[in-house]
Nanobody, 116 residues
Framework: QVQLVESGGGLVQPGQSLRLSCAAS????????MSWYRQAPGKEREFVAF????????SYTDSVKGRFTISRDNNRKMLFLQMSSLKPEDTAMYFC?????????WGQGTQVTVAS
């Protein structure tokens, strides 16, 4: 059974940091490109960060460049998103996504709320 389980979300103040995790099971994690997406209330889901299957390539949406870092541990089948200098506009449900060709898996999300 394919599973992607996000964790690490919570309520933080502006300027603080959080580290999100995504635990994968039921598929060959190391073959999949991985991404983080987020969806704020009333808005469409948007791309946040991407990392290739080997971890050699990463990309970010402009609004998080320099503040967020995506990483992965293929041995542990884990995906991470280190978020720093958080802003209220980062408030959203964060999802991890696994892609291999036409095969796509999504997690259920973890809520991040940035408020003072």
């Amino acid at each position: 059974q394919v599973q992607l389980v996000e964790s690490g979300g919570g309520l933080v103040q502006p300027g603080q940091s959080l580290r999100l995790s995504c635990a994968a099971s039921g598929f060959t994690f190391s073959r999949y490109d991985m991404s983080w997406y987020r969806q704020a209330p009333g808005k469409e889901r948007e791309f946040v960060a991407f990392i290739s299957s080997t971890g050699n390539s990463a990309s970010y949406t402009d609004s998080v460049k320099g503040r967020f870092t995506i990483s992965r541990d293929n041995n542990r089948k884990m995906l991470f998103l280190q978020m720093s200098s958080l802003k209220p506009e980062d408030t959203a449900m964060y999802f991890c996504k696994a892609v291999l060709s036409i095969i796509v898996h999504w997690g259920q999300g973890t809520q991040v709320t940035v408020a003072s």
